[in-house]
């Protein structure tokens, strides 16, 4: 099987590999990956330091050219990319062809936004002076993503760095590195200067690491848990390090009386059991209002029935496997958890067996759950949601926000004053009405409040904020 190799310096390079499993078979192995090592690592670092004068100058024609040829080529290959994804990760083929689509628009965005860079111009409070404001790049930027999107966050992390003229050294999560090659490849092949991009694909605990402890690297983006997060912030500040953070979300999604039941049970059904639930702005916390409580729980649960859990590249699986053993041990447990918690197991909370070995779980669902349990209150991560019932909208919105979380939030309501005072009141990043939590444009800004993100928005224009770094300059006329 060939090696997919890092790519340092301009040059694929690296010998020993780690396995890349498919977990809806794991007799399948999908790809051997390139460890680095941290020398290799720093090796990158430095290349990415040498490249960035060239780049950070190179004219805005040729940024947008490379950003469109990579979108283009994207969008040519979303189908093969796209069950490339769903084998290494499990989310299904559909899902997994729309986030290559993503992917692809995300790439076109941003090679609009190379040719939309600008400035201002302002008088001074002084006569006869001007003042310009720009923005210049940042340097070099580490990126460190998640195995949950392996397309999407990569590239809403490095078209972005690219558009405004940084250079980057890129770690994907270990456990499905074969899109972000692919992705890499690309880019390499549509003719981006050596050093610019540099993939270094490997474990976190030696990789990242190393990019954390490095002086050279002047800013970090991190999507990944909350642990690893403040690990980066950590040591971002110690460097003088700009970095930002999206980590994990406990979103609610509130169910009001006035609900259409069928608006609602498609939203929560998407929000918290779609893409097995491995999303951060999946739904765990469903809260509904006495008057819909039952109807709501047994409209949800008939729709559960009719979810085919199977293999990611199956015609007709609605939920593939969870990512790997361990996560689905964390679910399990936290299974068990809610269960010794008292909440009522209604639905699910199996692990299946397939034709093939894989990770199956059944969507699970609980009701007769309080906030306080910890099934409400950590992010489990998985197909597994919780049905809190609450006395009114009040309740609900207190309920919402009573968490340590606030990536997103939604609403299923036909009042036009609840749903405006959720928007106003919810304490989320991105707040949904009649739609399910998860599953947001790729140009306008993503990220949360409180625990689930640190730093500006990333995607759309407001990306500019992280990866630019604002000049005013004085001039004497
Ligand atoms: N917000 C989100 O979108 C996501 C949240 N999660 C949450 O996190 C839990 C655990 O998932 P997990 O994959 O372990 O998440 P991590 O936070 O460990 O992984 C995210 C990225 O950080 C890297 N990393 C790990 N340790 C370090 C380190 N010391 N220095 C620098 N980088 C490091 C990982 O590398 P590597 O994996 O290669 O070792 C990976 O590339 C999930 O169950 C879920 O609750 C997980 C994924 C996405
Ligand atoms: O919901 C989405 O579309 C994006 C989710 C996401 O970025 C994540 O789970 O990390």
């Known amino acids: 099987m060939m090696l997919h190799k890092n790519l340092i310096a301009g040059e694929w390079s690296g010998s020993t590999g780690t396995a890349n499993i498919n977990p809806s078979n794991t007799n399948e192995v999908v790809g051997e990956f390139a460890a680095a090592t941290r020398n290799d690592t720093l090796t990158a670092i430095a290349a990415a ?39 290494e990760e499990g989310k299904t083929l559909a899902e997994a062809t729309g986030e290559v689509l993503r992917g692809a628009q995300i790439f076109d965005f941003f090679a609009g936004e190379a040719l939309r860079l600008s400035g201002e111009t302002l008088p001074s409070v002084r006569p006869g002076i001007g003042v310009e404001i720009t923005r210049d790049a940042v340097g070099v930027i580490g990126i460190i993503t998640p195995w949950n999107f392996p397309i999407a966050i990569p590239a809403w992390k490095i078209a972005p760095a690219l558009c405004y003229g940084n250079t980057i050294v890129f770690k994907p999560a270990d456990l499905v590195p074969a899109s972000s090659w692919a992705l890499v490849d690309i880019l390499h092949r549509a003719g981006l200067p050596s050093g610019v991009l540099n993939l270094v694909m490997g474990k976190g605990s030696i990789v990242g690491q190393t990019m954390l402890d490095s002086p050279d690297i002047q800013a970090i983006t991190f999507t990944g848990s909350t642990g690893t997060g403040k690990r980066v912030a950590l040591a971002s500040v110690e460097h003088n390090r700009r970095f930002q953070l999206e980590m994990g979300g406990k979103n609610p999604f509130v169910v009001l009386d006035d609900a259409d039941l069928q608006v609602a049970v498609d939203a929560a059904a998407n929000s918290s059991f779609f893409s097995t639930g491995q999303r951060c702005t999946a739904s765990s916390r469903l809260i509904v209002t006495e008057g819909i409580h039952d109807k709501f729980v047994s409209a949800l649960t008939e729709r559960l029935k009719t979810l085919v859990v199977d293999d990611a590249m199956k015609a007709g699986t609605h939920i593939g496997p969870v990512v790997d053993a361990s996560q689905l041990k964390q679910d399990v447990d936290y299974i068990a958890i809610g269960r010794s918690e008292g909440a009522k197991l209604s639905f699910g909370g199996e692990v299946l067996e397939r034709s093939n070995p894989g990770f199956f779980l059944q969507p699970t669902l609980f009701t007769e759950a309080s906030n306080a349990m910890r099934i409400c209150r950590e992010e489990i991560f998985g197909p597994v949601a919780a049905v809190i019932r609450v006395k009114d909208y009040e309740e609900a919105l207190f309920v919402a926000n009573d968490t340590n979380f606030g990536l997103s939030s939604g609403i299923a309501t036909t009042s036009l004053k609840h749903a405006t005072h959720f928007k106003r009141n919810s304490e989320a990043g991105m707040v949904m009405i009649n739609l399910p939590t998860a599953g947001v444009d790729f140009h306008v800004p993503f990220g949360g409040r409180k625990g689930s993100s640190y730093g500006p928005r990333e995607q759309g224009r407001y990306a500019a904020e992280f990866y630019t770094s604002v000049k005013t300059a004085y001039t004497l006329a």
């Open 49 to 87: 330091k040498a490249a960035f004068p060239r780049w950070s100058r190179s004219p805005i024609l040729e940024r947008h050219a490379l950003l469109k040829k990579a979108g283009d080529e994207i969008l040519v290959r979303k189908d093969e990319l796209g069950a490339l994804l769903a084998r």
